[in-house]
T-cell receptor, first 113, second 109 residues
Framework: DADVTQTPRNRITKTGKRIMLECSQTKGHDRMYWYRQDPGLGLQLIYYSFDVKDINKGEISDGYSVSRQAQAKFSLSLESAIPNQTALYFCATSEGTVNQPQHFGDGTRLSIL | RKEVEQDPGPFNVPEGATVAFNCTYSNSASQSFFWYRQDCRKEPKLLMS???SGNEDGRFTAQLNRASQYISLLIRDSKLSDSATYLCAVNPYTDKLIFGTGTRLQVFP
């Protein structure tokens, strides 16, 4: 089983719908991250969390919200989806110390029509 | 100037060739550095960390040049299966990584 699991893997939906992407991990890591990746572009950080009570905005948080339900779960919501949020979304985790790498989930391919 | 920059490529090399990529970073206070491999539309996978003294893992060698603020990845004896996009990641702060946009490698027979 994957250490970092994202659901759903693929989603097609319509403009204006509310969407939730879920991420769960069995690595026991404190830190969790949400990124989006667009073709030809790098990974852009949306939100990150260092523990259940700590949520931080990344570089492109507008239009997104998150919830850290437990150490192992970090959800990303699009309250009212728009077509330019069509992208590949990744969840990642890392240990709670500096200088540690991040480990990624399989990704969610999201298309908004 | 971007915080982390990579040549997008593609680098097209024959099997068995040696190829190297660089990744430059702008924040001289950066403390940790990593190389990731990403296959088309898949998740980035950690390839190796980059240590100050340089480090090697099989056919892969990573180097850090603090004076010129870049890291490098050398791949020897390239295999077809090495074809992928290689992302560098730099930690210029204590709380997050900044990723490059990746260098695409295509190894041909």
């Amino acid at each position: 089983d994957a250490d970092v699991t994202q659901t759903p893997r693929n989603r097609i939906t319509k403009t204006g719908k509310r969407i939730m992407l879920e991420c769960s991990q069995t690595k026991g890591h404190d830190r969790m991250y949400w990124y989006r990746q667009d073709p030809g572009l790098g990974l852009q950080l949306i939100y990150y969390s260092f523990d259940v009570k700590d949520i931080n905005k990344g570089e492109i948080s507008d239009g997104y919200s998150v919830s850290r339900q437990a150490q192992a779960k970090f959800s990303l919501s699009l309250e009212s989806a728009i077509p330019n949020q069509t992208a590949l979304y990744f969840c990642a985790t890392s240990e709670g110390t500096v200088n540690q790498p991040q480990h990624f989930g399989d990704g969610t391919r999201l298309s908004i029509l | 100037r971007k915080e982390v920059e990579q040549d997008p490529g593609p680098f097209n090399v024959p099997e068995g060739a040696t190829v190297a990529f660089n990744c430059t970073y702008s924040n001289s206070a950066s403390q940790s550095f990593f190389w990731y491999r990403q296959d088309c539309r898949k998740e980035p996978k950690l390839l190796m960390s980059v240590y100050s003294s340089g480090n090697e893992d099989g056919r892969f060698t990573a180097q850090l040049n603090r004076a010129s603020q870049y890291i490098s990845l050398l791949i020897r004896d390239s295999k077809l299966s090495d074809s992928a996009t290689y992302l560098c990641a730099v930690n210029p702060y204590t709380d997050k990584l900044i990723f490059g946009t990746g260098t695409r490698l295509q190894v041909f027979p």
